[in-house]
């Protein structure tokens, strides 16, 4: 499995552990000071695999972008990324009208992105000290 995501974006495998370890300490956290613990829940991890398709999508995108001269890579890595925030709209908004799960906790999944992607370097350093 980390060979073919390997095959996709060097990065990815990395990427996707960051992601899903922010939202299990954000899961634990948080879980026992918010009053609507399965909103919560569900607003975490829907913001969660919101960040894991984001991680894919830019990965499939910047392999994508690279095959194009300058201004055609320009073009679609621009509508691939409103493309990306358009549907992280969307699941925010269909998360506030329909009141299934808390919107802001899925905002905090989605920017479980951000962190991993911060934090990448430091696992990459573990990641060649244990080896």
């Not at 499995?1 to 960051?18: C, D, E, F, S």
């Not at 919560?40 to 999508?57: E, N």
């Not at 890595?77 to 009141?99: C, S």
Request: charged residues 15%; contains cysteine; aromatic residues 8%.
């Amino acid at each position: 499995m980390r060979t073919r995501l390997r095959k996709i974006n060097t990065a990815l495998p990395g990427l996707l552990v960051g992601i899903i370890l922010f939202g299990i300490l954000c899961q634990v956290l948080v879980f026992f000071v918010v009053e609507d613990k399965t909103g919560y829940s569900i607003g975490l991890w829907v913001g969660v695999l919101t960040a894991i398709f984001m991680a894919f999508h830019m990965a499939v995108t910047l392999n994508a972008a690279v095959e194009r001269d300058v201004k055609g890579a320009q073009a679609a890595a621009t509508r691939q990324n409103i493309i990306r925030y358009l549907i992280v709209v969307i699941i925010l908004g269909v998360l506030m009208l329909t009141k299934v799960g808390n919107p802001l906790a899925a905002f905090a999944g989605v920017m479980g992105l951000k962190v991993s992607a911060y934090l990448q370097p430091l696992f990459v350093r573990l990641s060649h000290h244990e080896a």
